[in-house]
């Protein structure tokens, strides 16, 4: 398990679309934050989302 200390500030590259980097910029400057803002608040907001999809490393309960 990854294991992360949250006052580790490291540079990560994250690659996005174009027009998805444009969007997530144009709600930065709409709410006066940062990307980085923008993309953590969309991550703990989306978090318990994710939780619910199957990891590909589960076994599939629908093969016979």
Do not use: C, G, H
């Amino acid at each position: 398990m990854l294991t992360i200390d949250r006052s580790d500030k490291r540079k990560q590259s994250l690659y996005f679309p174009k027009e998805m980097l444009e969007e997530v910029a144009m709600e930065a400057r709409r709410l006066d934050r940062s990307l980085s803002w923008i993309v953590q608040r969309a991550w703990k907001l989306a978090k318990p989302e994710f939780a619910k999809y199957q990891s590909v490393n589960e076994p599939d309960d629908d093969v016979s």
